[in-house]
């Protein structure tokens, strides 16, 4: 057997696809996880313990369990609850609810790192406890927190190749069929992961960059 790259250049449409639909589901993902995580924290510091039960025991079933697990139980256990989902929805949902979890740790964290003594401060100014999360905790925290929720971003792209053992059509998906039908495992394999290795190198540079900016923009407000 020779190594051929040809086969790769041979099903560039297909690859292509494939590329888009993992960055179509990356981002909505990790949008969505955003949202589920900053949502979990704050009902998690914010309310009695009563009604925070429920989402303390999710983040800690998405966190003690594999994510592989979790979109075996949200796609094959799903119609057992009425719960009948595409694979790519599934998909969607496992790596938002997945990703929800590590997020909501990582805003609680950033909320418990704004110091008492200013939150006690807007409060004696007669400043509603909306406003103080708003204009008080969520600036602060962001900056602080911006380099954890970096890295769980890029954590989630990779996490994405996962979502080929429940048929989603992604990229890995796409790559897999290709060496099936070709033999062709080793020019498909390599390039899997050099394309995995380049997206998580551009990911991580951008988010350097935002990073600095910010860094900079609170210097410049706090001058």
Do not use: C
């Not at 057997?1 to 990356?26: H, K, Q, S, V, Y």
């Not at 079933?61 to 256990?77: A, C, D, K």
């Not at 998909?91 to 590590?102: D, E, I, N, R």
């Amino acid at each position: 057997m020779t190594f051929n790259p040809a086969i790769l250049t041979d099903n560039w449409r297909e690859i292509l696809d494939g590329m888009l639909l993992t960055i179509l589901i990356w981002v909505a993902g990790t949008v969505l996880g955003l949202v589920i995580g900053l949502v979990v924290a704050i009902v998690q510091l914010f309310t009695n313990r009563w009604v925070a039960a429920p989402l303390t025991f999710y983040v800690a079933l998405m966190r003690g369990t594999p994510f592989l697990i979790q979109l075996f139980v949200i796609y094959y256990g799903g119609p057992f609850f009425g719960l009948d989902l595409t694979p790519l929805v599934a998909g969607m949902a496992g790596l938002a609810l997945y990703g929800g979890a590590y997020f909501s740790e990582i805003f609680r964290a950033g909320f418990l790192s704004v110091p008492v003594g200013q939150i006690e401060a807007a409060r004696i100014m007669g400043i509603s406890r909306l406003s103080i999360v708003r204009h008080v905790q969520l600036p602060q925290m962001l900056v602080i927190i911006l380099p954890a929720l970096a890295n769980m971003t890029v954590l989630l792209s990779k996490e994405t190749a996962v979502l080929s053992v429940i048929t989603v059509n992604e990229l890995t998906s796409v790559i897999q069929s290709i060496g099936s039908t070709t033999f062709a495992f080793a020019e498909t394999l390599l390039f899997l992961a050099l394309v995995y290795w380049a997206f998580l190198e551009i990911v991580t540079a951008a988010a350097r960059r935002l990073e600095k900016r910010v860094g900079r923009f609170m210097l410049r407000t706090q001058g």
